[in-house]
């Protein structure tokens, strides 16, 4: 038997790791190419010069204004033999040019056949028309007149075309509204096909391409502008790509149609999910080519947990039945996506918080409200008297503090119902004490204080443990005896002064399992911060210094608790260096973690494909927007090698050994749709599983 080589083993993981299409990402294009007034030579040449770029930049699919070739407003020229003649014969060199071009190419013509003039989408791959779409919705009204000139392509299925100059060499090319396309070698890309006014309508036809498997909806438009249709069409797509689970890519006509009565803006985007992807400039008079790199795994993977969209499907009696998929092989592409300036896409470093600062200030906005409302709730069903909390001085006690001193503010009760006790350890900082009891004060809580070292070195002592006999072994029994006790004392105070006990740890600690079974961070009445990653944690609490929630005073405590180093603090400082007990050195950058967790919880992607997302975000510390709220020291940087290592780490936590303490989670909030680790909620998973398929994944697909 003969044996590939380590090195080209390597060599070609290395080409597959580094590739859209082993990732299941197909990059698309809008293109707007400057338009005539039916000047179709000049329309051919600007299309066949688009899509000429689109293939330098790596395009599998290019989608490109209605009407482009032929041109959208020339009225009744659309009924004149010379114009017709000549959009065929643009449709042939197009698709002569696209012999030796990568990319499927969508362009607009207006197609004679059986006595009737039709509005289509003509799909052009490696010198053949796969198909011609018909447009279904013909707009007769305001501005528009198309039922003078066009039929429309509804109803119209199973039917073919003879396009004639040897375009139907390889037979009748598939004609009708009942088309979907489907490259044979890469089973993830496929689109449909729709035109300008079929999304207007109610019942847009791409739902029906969507519900019988398109992931990508097209819509070759043409669409003169007006003040305010420019927010509507972006609303239109990104209600469709949400509605169908789809990415969505739009094009509209652009400067040099006629302006006898209109104008024309050639605005093209690409949704996903919807969300923006991409989007051209508006009113530019030069060509526009603008590219998004589509997730089709995100996509599939979002169908499969999304039942209605099945559901859909069958009330609509299964269209994938009644769709003739059209295929065409279009080859696989091991190019380094980082050699054609990344991806084109932009992926959050923090994907629980958007970027944009308005965007991030509602989300946060919701966020704490959220938690807000939930705990003021358990507190009125409880009818408890007071609320018991541990108050460390870290960020995810001191969040779940202030969240409660707002439940009570809104509730009516004063804060003095709330029973704040820190409770020092063998290796409690002074300054995580000093912050801890400012905190209290400035929010005027009832504050109280209970050390114990005491009772843990009796506990340790009963134990046989050699700390309790003077040396220095700090296991895990000795941190945990700490943080068992202060939930001993924390649910015996509840039950003294009739409170209920308020969590702390947060949905990044419980991802990771970076908490004690049946202790605080794990075990309470109610989780307030289960449904929080630590990352917005931290936003959370800028959010609330910058809009106010609390005093002056209250706000400068918060500040120095953000900057302060993330420690458990259960293991005294190092005698040498004096360095504290350091969460992140042991578990990983709750940045990279929290990355991990929402593509694992919200859309199921395996763990290479993660760590392909993950290099191309935090690769570059200079590169991409980081949100206004990330200080200068946290703009960090992190290599491939370092994500695989905390990659690794993470599945073995979060798949194996980590389940059994979400089993049995208390109830707390959902607050983000990143994705939530409740087991009555978004995770559900044996608690006695294995990490093998997600650790073989990284070893099999990764450089």
């Known amino acids: ?6 090195h080209m083993i390597s060599e070609a993981m290395t080409h597959r790791f580094f590739s859209l299409h082993h990732h299941r990402m197909i990059r698309v294009a809008a293109a707007t190419p400057p338009a005539s007034v039916g000047d179709v030579p000049a329309n051919t040449a600007r299309t066949i010069a688009l899509a000429q770029e689109a293939h330098a930049k790596g395009c599998d699919l290019v989608v490109f204004p209605e009407l482009n070739l032929t041109s959208y407003a020339i009225d009744d020229l659309h009924l004149q033999s010379a114009q017709q003649a000549a959009t065929l014969a643009g449709i042939r060199a197009v698709a002569a040019a696209s012999v030796t071009l990568k990319p499927v190419l969508l362009v607009g013509a207006a197609i ?8 289509c989408a003509v799909v052009i791959a490696r010198g053949r028309v796969l198909g011609v779409v018909p447009k279904t919705y013909l707009p007769n009204y305001r501005e528009y007149y198309e039922k ?12 073919t075309i003879d396009l004639g100059g040897g375009l139907d060499a390889a037979g009748p090319v598939p004609f009708g509204a009942d088309l979907m396309f489907a490259a044979d070698d890469l089973p993830f890309f496929t689109f449909h096909a729709e035109i300008c006014e079929d999304y207007w309508a109610p019942t847009p036809p791409s739902t029906m391409g969507a519900l019988a498997g398109a992931l990508i909806c097209c819509n070759l438009s043409a669409s003169n502008i007006v003040i305010g249709k420019a927010r509507e069409r972006m609303l239109l797509a990104a209600a469709q790509s949400a509605r169908t689970a789809s990415a969505y890519v739009y094009s509209a006509a652009g400067i040099g149609e006629s302006t006898t009565d209109l104008s024309w803006d050639g605005q093209g985007f690409v949704y996903e999910l919807g969300e923006l992807l991409a989007e051209s400039e508006r009113f530019a008079r030069g060509p526009q080519l603008v590219l998004a790199d589509v997730d089709a795994e995100r996509l599939i993977q979002e169908r499969t947990r999304f039942g209605t969209f099945n559901d859909a499907a069958r009330e609509a009696g299964h269209p994938e039945t009644r769709f003739r998929l059209i295929a065409f092989t279009h080859g696989e ?28 200030d509602a989300d946060c906005y919701e966020a704490f409200n959220i938690q807000v409302e939930g705990l003021a709730k358990r507190l009125e069903a409880a009818r408890a008297s007071t609320l018991v909390i541990g108050v460390s001085g870290g960020l995810d006690s001191t969040h779940a503090l202030i969240v409660a001193a707002k439940a009570m503010d809104r509730l009516g009760r004063g804060r003095d119902t709330i029973l704040g006790f820190t409770m020092p350890g063998f290796a409690t900082g002074e300054g995580t004490k000093a912050h801890a009891w400012a905190l209290m004060r400035a929010l005027g809580i009832t504050a109280a204080e209970i050390d114990i070292r005491p009772a843990a070195r009796q506990m340790l002592a009963d134990m046989g443990h050699p700390f309790a006999a003077g040396e220095p072994v700090y296991d895990v029994t000795f941190e945990n005896v700490q943080a068992g006790l202060r939930t001993d004392y924390l649910f015996r105070l509840a039950n003294q002064r009739g409170g209920l006990v308020l969590g702390t740890g947060d ?14 961070d794990q075990m309470s009445h109610y989780a307030v911060n289960a449904g929080v990653p630590k990352t917005l944690i931290q936003f959370l609490i800028r959010w609330c210094i910058r809009t106010g ?3 002056d005073e209250t706000n400068r405590v918060l500040a120095a608790i953000l900057a302060q180093e993330i420690s458990p603090e259960l293991v005294p400082a190092d005698e040498t260096t004096g360095a504290l007990q350091s969460t992140e050195d042991m578990i990983g950058p709750y940045a990279l973690n929290d990355f991990f967790a929402h593509y694992v919880l919200r859309h199921g992607l395996s763990p290479s494909k993660i760590a392909f997302l993950a290099w191309h975000t935090w690769r570059d510390a200079a590169a991409g927007r980081w949100p206004t709220d990330v200080p200068a020291e946290a703009q960090v940087a992190y290599d491939l090698p370092t994500i695989r290592v905390w990659l690794e780490r993470f599945c073995r936590r979060f798949f194996q050994t980590s389940q059994f303490k979400r089993s049995a989670l208390p109830n707390g909030p959902k607050v983000s749709s990143g994705g939530a680790v409740s087991p009555r909620g978004d995770w559900r998973a044996p608690s006695d599983g294995t990490a093998t398929l997600w650790l073989e994944d990284i070893a099999a697909n990764m450089p």
Do not use: H
Not at 112 to 119: C, K, P, T
Not at 148 to 159: C, D, I
Not at 507 to 520: I, R
């Open 1 to 6: 038997m003969v044996q590939t080589p380590p």
């Open 112 to 119: 004679e056949r059986a006595g009737r003039l039709y509005n």
């Open 148 to 159: 003078r000139w066009f039929a429309s392509g509804g109803g119209l299925t199973g039917l």
């Open 333 to 360: 592409d091991l190019d380094d996506v980082a050699e054609r300036g990344g991806l084109a896409r932009d992926i959050r470093r923090f994907p629980f918080v958007p970027n944009d600062p308005a965007k991030r």
């Open 507 to 520: 949905l990044s600690e419980l991802a990771l399992g970076w908490c004690t079974y049946g202790v605080g």
């Open 549 to 551: 929630q609390y005093d």
